[in-house]
């Protein structure tokens, strides 16, 4: 089946540096992968959409320039936190979809991001 | 706007006994809905979708348009079907998925 690698699984950093999140889909073509973040206990909320050769889709509320998607490939999307704060600290959650279309979304196993 | 509404954050149910949870939403048209499932320590997977009109690990979901509903169920709960459940809709051509905000079942030996 669709398989989705996410990682680095955990990271830790530090105030005012830069997290790169890299998620692939590894036996599908994905032209738009997504990227939720979930805050304890709580729901998965959709950050943005990112297409494949084009510019990323924001939620509202979700700042652009702190949150930098770049989707280069078919198979490689990363999300980039900037400037970190210990606000920014969440589950951080990748989705592709097949772009045949196939039965739903598949998920990356998560990025726990703490920032001190 | 759409909106999916999981009334129960917690359930908790003996083994045997019948399993329901709820999930209701609000989209202007018709969505597609999908139940996703949790398990500890593992990644977000597909339990079921409405068009399939599957049984998945002895899960239905039947899709309710009066009612705006997509309730899951098993007639008999499994100790292995303790995890989190999501209850998701995406809109027709849409791509994107909007969760509810879980339920978190325990199934009681």
């Known amino acids: 089946g669709a398989v989705v690698s996410q990682h680095p699984s955990r990271v830790i950093c530090k105030s005012g540096t830069s997290v790169k999140i890299e998620c692939r889909s590894l036996?599908?073509?994905?032209?738009?992968m997504f990227w939720y973040r979930q805050f304890p206990k709580q729901s998965l909320m959709l950050m943005a959409t990112s297409n494949e050769g084009s510019k990323a889709t924001y939620e509202q509320g979700v700042e652009k320039d702190k949150f930098l998607i770049n989707h280069a490939s078919l198979t490689l999307s990363t999300l980039t936190v900037t400037s970190a704060h210990p606000e920014d600290s969440s589950f951080y959650i990748c989705s592709a979809r097949d772009r045949m279309g196939g039965a739903g979304y598949t998920f990356g196993s998560g990025t726990r991001l703490t920032v001190v | 706007a759409q909106r999916v509404t999981q009334p129960e954050k917690l359930l908790s149910v003996f083994k045997g006994a019948p399993v329901e949870l709820k999930c209701n939403y609000s989209y202007s048209g018709s969505p597609e809905l999908f139940w996703y499932v949790q398990y500890s320590r593992q990644r977000l997977q597909l339990l079921l979708r409405h068009i399939s009109r599957e049984s998945i690990k002895g899960f239905t979901a039947d899709l309710n348009k009066g009612e705006t509903s997509f309730h899951l169920k098993k007639p008999f709960a499994q100790e292995e079907d303790s995890a989190m459940y999501y209850c998701a809709l995406s809109g027709p051509g849409a791509n994107n998925l909007f969760f509810g905000t879980g339920t978190r079942l325990t199934v009681i030996p």
């Open positions: 036996d599908f073509q994905a032209t738009t």
